[in-house]
């Protein structure tokens, strides 16, 4: 599997069918074709159709059997400080939330972080809700990602639509432009 390229191996989970992403660009929406086509790491990333029904995570990773820190997770939050809003996504492992309170708020630099609220995720990002993904954010927006989410050797993450997910090795998000890794974002669920 994803073996059409022969120099590289793209990343993929079994069951999955690992297509190379710039060549497959209809299945993410415009933003993230753009941002695709303008990263050095573009190459290594894959994208996989999925049915749109199990584009949350819980069931995508049992319909696949695939590990859940395996696939990230991508929240947008905002505050504001001194009357400007200031907006930050924050890519966690799947088996963890982001700690919007205490380590995205300290990094964002504003006293009361909360969810951006879905209508304007969906509209000033061009994805889809819960398919948005740190891949083509507006360049404004900052892009926490957290250490876990690095060790990765294959991610899942949002494409930007419902029907289908971006696989890619964990390290390559800390390239995104203006990605800033942050140690312990993720805080472990329960």
């Known amino acids: 599997m994803g073996h059409m390229a022969p120099s590289v191996n793209l990343p993929g989970f079994d069951g999955l069918t690992s297509l190379p992403a710039l ?3 209809h299945l993410v929406p415009p933003p993230v074709a753009d941002a695709l086509r303008g990263w050095s790491r573009a190459d290594e990333v ?3 159709e999925i049915d749109p029904d199990l584009a949350d995570t819980a069931a995508l990773t049992e319909a696949y059997g695939l590990p859940l820190e395996a696939s990230a997770n991508c929240v947008l939050i905002s505050g504001s400080r001194g009357g400007e809003e200031r907006i930050a996504a924050c890519v966690v492992t799947a088996d963890t939330r982001a700690d919007v309170n205490n ?3 300290k990094r964002l630099d504003v006293r009361k972080a909360s969810f951006l609220p879905m ?5 000033e990002s061009g994805m889809e809700y819960g398919g948005i993904t740190p ?3 507006p360049a ?3 892009v926490f990602v957290d250490a876990a989410v690095l060790a990765q050797p294959a991610a899942m993450i949002g494409s930007g639509y419902r029907r289908s997910k971006i696989i890619l090795p964990g390290d390559a998000l ?3 432009p203006g990605a800033e890794v942050v140690e312990g974002l993720g805080t472990p669920l329960g």
């Open 23 to 25: 060549q497959h660009l």
């Open 135 to 137: 891949v083509g954010l």
């Open 119 to 123: 209508d304007r995720a969906v509209e």
């Open 46 to 48: 894959a994208v996989v």
């Open 174 to 176: 800390a390239d995104l």
């Open 140 to 142: 404004a927006w900052r």
């Open 103 to 105: 380590a995205a708020r």
